[in-house]
């Protein structure tokens, strides 16, 4: 009986011991998947694997590649700045947590990209275009695989964004209207379209969004036909929209709350940012070099719901205001007055720091003429 037990023991050992073998495979397996840090291997050629895209009209394009071809390069990602090209046309974009920022002046107008990795050969990308070519706003959903990936190509899109919305609230520094209304005519998951009417002018417009499940809202962009790029958020019963950067449109600095149905609406909760002073820390140059910044603090004066304005003070004050691309932790658009010119950047805020990465169409840099600037509280 002793001898049967010391087997029993034996093998329950064994058991124990390769299933614990066994366990850490597995933990080991979903840790490289779900928490993959993409930031340490971004570089490299990136084909497009699959395509959406809704230009204003209504036109909506859809399968592998969809005769578009785009291609995109991640060439070097160093100290928060990210070097690539799309199409041959090179830009230089930003890494804030897990989220890669990028703009693209490409034949026509510009190309505004938001995306994050699905697996370590798998980015998905929202974007939107101003093709001025054929004076209309484009919206897309792009899969960007390397090395032959075949990615998963179910969306998580379980709010509907169609329909009418109109104007709850609006807040501008220099308004330009006074009414606006939008109707997203056409949506397939994550891109649609529709018509936009200020006052008495209506333009065609292209939205694309992703679901943040952390959050439980849809967070994008827009492009309407007057070459106006807006910031999204939405979530049940309401829409978030704001515009920094003046184009042939004339919008300036305005944030837009819309409804569908008043009864139903899910309000936002504020940043809860403001009275923190952040110190400069570090920042780095074009090169990815390291500049000091002691001469700089950061201060967020004012915050509302999504929406916040600011100030870097140093040598000189610059004037900022942004608003929450992602929450949790925080990810913003920013657009800094930097000069008398504006300067488009991303913010992420995590813990006490405070990173403020240059997203530039035409070389505008932060102030001192860094991409980066990182303030700690």
């Known amino acids: 009986m002793e001898g049967i037990n010391r087997k029993l023991l034996i093998v329950a050992v064994a058991l124990l011991l390769i299933s614990s073998i066994l366990l850490n495979i597995q933990v080991d397996k979903k ?55 799309l199409n041959g046309v090179d830009f230089s974009g930003g890494v804030a947590g897990n989220i890669i920022r990028f703009a693209v002046d490409l034949p026509g107008g510009p190309f505004q990209a ?59 520094s220099n308004p330009k209207f006074s ?12 891109v649609g379209a529709g018509v936009m009417k200020c006052d008495n002018r209506s333009a065609g417009f292209c939205i694309t969004v992703s679901y943040m499940t952390n959050a439980d809202m849809y ?8 070459g106006n790029f807006w910031t999204v ?7 978030v929209l704001f515009a920094a950067e003046a184009t042939s449109g004339g919008v300036d600095s305005t944030r837009v709350e819309l409804v569908r149905n008043v009864t139903e609406m899910n309000i936002f909760t504020p940043l809860l940012l403001k009275g923190i002073t952040w110190k400069g820390s570090v920042g780095y140059d074009a ?65 006490d720091t405070f990173r403020i990465i240059s997203i530039s169409l035409d070389g505008k ?9 990182e303030f700690v509280s």
């Open 114 to 172: 938001m995306g994050n990795m699905a697996s370590p050969n798998v980015y998905n990308v929202s974007a939107v275009h101003y093709n001025g070519v054929s004076g209309v706003a484009e919206s897309y959903k792009i899969i960007f695989v390397r090395n032959n990936e075949v990615p998963k190509m179910a969306e998580n899109m379980p709010l509907n964004y169609s329909g009418n919305w109109i104007l709850n609230k609006m807040e501008s």
């Open 179 to 190: 009414e606006i209304s939008l109707n997203v005519a056409f949506q397939n998951a994550s």
């Open 31 to 85: 840790s490289q998947y779900y928490n993959y840090d993409y930031k340490d291997n971004v570089e490299g050629e990136w084909s497009a694997y699959y395509v959406k895209m809704y230009d204003s009209t209504g036109n909506f394009k859809e399968g592998p590649e969809n005769n578009m071809p785009l291609e995109l390069s991640l060439k070097s990602y160093v100290n928060g700045i990210l070097k690539g090209s």
């Open 219 to 226: 967070m994008g962009f827009m492009m309407d036909d007057d």
């Open 233 to 239: 958020a939405v979530k049940k019963g309401v829409m």
């Open 287 to 351: 090169n990815a070099e390291p500049q000091g910044i002691d001469g700089y603090s950061l201060e967020i004066y004012e915050e509302g719901l999504n929406v916040f304005h600011g100030k870097i003070t140093g040598p000189t004050t610059f004037e900022f205001t942004g608003f929450v691309s992602i929450s949790s932790p925080p990810v913003m658009e920013v657009f800094l007055n930097v000069g008398g010119e504006e300067v488009h950047a991303m913010a992420f805020v995590e813990g």
């Open 365 to 373: 840099r932060l102030p001192e003429g860094l991409l980066v600037m």
